[in-house]
């Protein structure tokens, strides 16, 4: 099983390999590591890592945040795909059948950006609320779920399902080109998007708009 560990480590020489080892340790792989941020002596990363079950996955996370100047802020898995190219792969799925590019797109993000699922709505003329929820991924709970009371821009959101407590751990809403129609990618629980990730959807979000905007 793939799964993603977000920590904060001190910025200084021989932290990453302290972490390393400390997967090793545990019997996990590592896939691959993402610099997320480095600012005020701290950096914020990401760490793929093979597991075998959500136990494996919690002895690793419990092994980092035991270490001194660590710690773990979230946990995500299944984790998103490490090639670098799944949005490259997505774009290409979307415009190879622009007819149905929307509905692509919608069906694709979530594995692509690592969110449960997706959904794609339309905002008023204003572009200040979102007017009908268009459609929505086969993994989504239903159209009412989608509760978004921010204005149209590239943002992550808190957003609450109906009847819950507490809103979902990571919403992103992506403007597909100039307006009026957004992406919004939902993760339940783990972890919230990073600006990164944040930058990259909105660029596939901005692609997609430009080239289905005359369809």
Same mark, same amino acid.
């Given at each position: 099983m793939?799964?993603?560990i977000r920590f904060?480590?001190p910025?200084?020489?021989?932290?990453?390999?302290?972490?390393?080892s400390a997967?090793?340790?545990v019997?996990a792989d590592?896939v691959?590591?993402?610099?997320?941020?480095s600012?005020?002596?701290r950096a914020?990363d990401?760490?793929?890592?093979?597991?075998?079950?959500?136990a494996?996955?919690e002895?690793? =996370?419990?092994a980092?945040?035991?270490l001194?100047? /660590? *710690?773990?802020? %979230?946990?995500? $898995?299944? @984790?998103?795909?490490v090639t670098?190219?799944?949005?490259?792969?997505?774009?290409?799925q979307v415009?190879s059948?622009?007819?149905?590019?929307?509905?692509?797109l919608?069906?694709g993000?979530?594995?692509c950006?690592?969110?449960?699922?997706?959904?794609?709505?339309?905002?008023?003329?204003?572009?200040? =609320?979102?007017?009908?929820?268009?459609t929505?991924s /086969? *993994?989504?709970? %239903?159209?009412? $779920?989608? @509760?978004?009371?921010?204005?149209?821009r590239?943002?992550?959101?808190?957003?609450?399902?109906?009847?819950?407590?507490e809103?979902?751990?990571?919403?992103?809403?992506?403007?597909?080109g100039?307006?009026p129609?957004?992406?919004?990618?939902?993760?339940?629980?783990?972890l919230d998007?990073?600006?990164?990730?944040?930058?990259?959807v909105?660029q596939?979000?901005?692609?997609?708009?430009?080239v289905l905007?005359p369809?």
């Open positions: 793939l799964a993603r904060g480590v910025d200084r020489p021989g932290s990453l390999g302290r972490v390393t997967i090793g340790s019997g590592i691959k590591i993402d610099v997320l941020e600012e005020s002596g914020l990401d760490v793929f890592v093979q597991v075998r079950d959500a494996h996955l002895r690793v =996370a419990t980092l945040d035991a001194a100047g /660590v *710690a773990v802020t %979230g946990v995500q $898995h299944p @984790a998103p795909p670098g190219h799944a949005d490259l792969g997505l774009i290409d415009l059948r622009p007819e149905r590019g929307l509905q692509t919608v069906d993000a979530p594995h950006f690592g969110a449960e699922w997706a959904a794609l709505v339309e905002y008023g003329s204003d572009l200040a =609320a979102v007017s009908s929820v268009l929505v /086969v *993994a989504s709970p %239903g159209p009412e $779920h989608v @509760a978004l009371t921010s204005p149209l590239l943002a992550t959101v808190r957003m609450t399902a109906p009847g819950a407590a809103p979902y751990s990571g919403t992103a809403l992506v403007p597909i100039p307006g129609l957004a992406l919004v990618l939902v993760r339940s629980r783990g998007f990073h600006r990164s990730e944040l930058w990259r909105g596939v979000g901005q692609i997609v708009g430009t905007a369809v």
